[in-house]
C-alpha cells in the first residue's frame, strides 16, 4: 500500500510539472505570432527593474487562452542574480521556475493568461528584470514562448541584452612608464632642431683680454698717443729753430759812418 501510495504521489507531481512547465516544441502552430516589442538594449547591475514585454497575435478564427514561457540564457552573471517578475495589471501573477542548467532557466505562468487570444486580439506579457548589484558582466538571451491550453506551442520570439556589471567591467589600462632609456632618447634634441651651443670655459675666456680684465694692458693704444705727442713736440721745436735762425741773419745792418778824409 505504500509503495502504490509513493508511486501515485510521484506520478501526480509529474503530471504537475509537466502542466506547469512545457517542454521545448518542436514546431509552432501557423497562423500566431509572437514579438517581444519592449526591451532593453543594456541591464546595469544593481540599478532599477527593467520591463520586457512581449505579446502574441492571431489570425485563427478559433480564439485561444494563452500560457507564457520565458527562457533565460545567461554569459557572465550567475542564475541566482537575477531578479524576474511577471506582471500583469500591476500584479505579480504567479510562475514556476525550471532551471535548466548553470546558465539558463525556465519561467512558466502556473495560470492561463487572463487574455484571450483572437483575430484582432492580442494578449500582452510583460516582465520586471533586474540584476543584482554584484553581477558580472555579460549578456541574457530571452526567449518567450506562448503555449494554447494543451501546451502546444503557438509561436516563439528571441531577444538579446547586455549586461554592465561591476566585476566584469575592465578597469581602464595605465599607460606603462617609459623605461630609462626611452627617458633619455626623449631628453635628446631632435637632428634638426638647434643644439645649444656650450658655455665657455674660464680658460677660454682669459685667452681674449677684454678691456675689464685685470691682466697685461694693450700697449698699442699709448704707444700711439706718445708718438703723436713727441712727433708734436718735435715738429714744434723744428719751428722754433728754423724761426731762430731766421732772425740771427736779419739782423740790423751796419751803420758805418765813415769820417770824411
Known amino acids: 500500500m505504500r509503495h502504490r501510495t509513493a508511486l501515485l504521489s510521484t506520478v501526480l507531481a509529474v503530471v504537475v510539472a509537466t502542466?506547469?512547465?512545457?517542454?521545448?516544441?518542436?514546431?509552432?502552430?501557423?497562423?500566431?505570432?509572437?514579438?517581444?516589442?519592449?526591451?532593453?538594449a543594456t541591464f546595469t547591475a544593481g540599478k532599477q527593474a527593467r520591463t520586457v514585454t512581449v505579446v502574441a497575435s492571431s489570425e485563427a478564427r478559433r480564439c485561444q487562452k494563452v500560457r507564457w514561457s520565458l527562457i533565460l540564457q545567461v554569459d557572465g552573471p550567475e542564475l541566482d542574480?537575477?531578479?524576474?517578475?511577471?506582471?500583469?495589471?500591476?500584479?505579480?501573477?504567479?510562475?514556476q521556475v525550471q532551471n535548466g542548467g548553470a546558465?539558463?532557466?525556465?519561467?512558466?505562468?502556473?495560470?492561463?493568461?487572463?487574455?484571450?487570444?483572437?483575430?484582432?486580439?492580442t494578449v500582452t506579457a510583460r516582465y520586471e528584470i533586474a540584476f543584482d548589484d554584484d553581477a558580472d558582466a555579460g549578456e541574457v538571451i530571452f526567449q518567450a514562448q506562448a503555449f494554447n491550453a494543451r501546451q502546444t506551442l503557438l509561436q516563439e520570439s528571441t531577444a538579446r541584452s547586455r549586461i554592465?556589471?561591476?566585476?566584469?567591467?575592465?578597469?581602464?589600462?595605465a599607460s606603462p612608464k617609459p623605461s630609462p632609456s626611452e627617458t633619455e632618447e626623449a631628453e635628446e634634441p631632435a637632428a634638426d632642431e638647434a643644439a645649444p651651443q656650450p658655455a665657455e670655459s674660464d680658460d677660454d675666456l682669459a685667452s681674449v683680454p677684454t678691456a675689464g680684465d685685470a691682466?697685461?694692458?694693450?700697449?698699442?693704444?699709448p704707444g700711439l698717443i706718445v708718438g703723436g705727442v713727441l712727433v708734436f713736440v718735435g715738429v714744434g721745436l723744428l719751428l722754433r729753430l728754423r724761426m731762430r735762425g731766421r732772425d740771427q741773419?736779419?739782423?740790423p745792418a751796419p751803420t758805418g759812418f765813415y769820417p770824411a778824409g
Open 19 to 40: 502542466l506547469a512547465l512545457p517542454g521545448r516544441a518542436g514546431a509552432v502552430e501557423p497562423g500566431f505570432a509572437v514579438a517581444i516589442t519592449e526591451v532593453p
Open 81 to 95: 542574480e537575477i531578479q524576474v517578475a511577471r506582471v500583469e495589471d500591476g500584479r505579480d501573477f504567479p510562475v
Open 103 to 121: 546558465d539558463s532557466t525556465r519561467i512558466t505562468d502556473v495560470r492561463l493568461d487572463p487574455g484571450q487570444l483572437c483575430r484582432g486580439r
Open 164 to 173: 554592465e556589471g561591476e566585476k566584469g567591467e575592465a578597469e581602464p589600462t
Open 215 to 221: 691682466g697685461t694692458p694693450s700697449l698699442l693704444g
Open 249 to 251: 741773419k736779419q739782423g
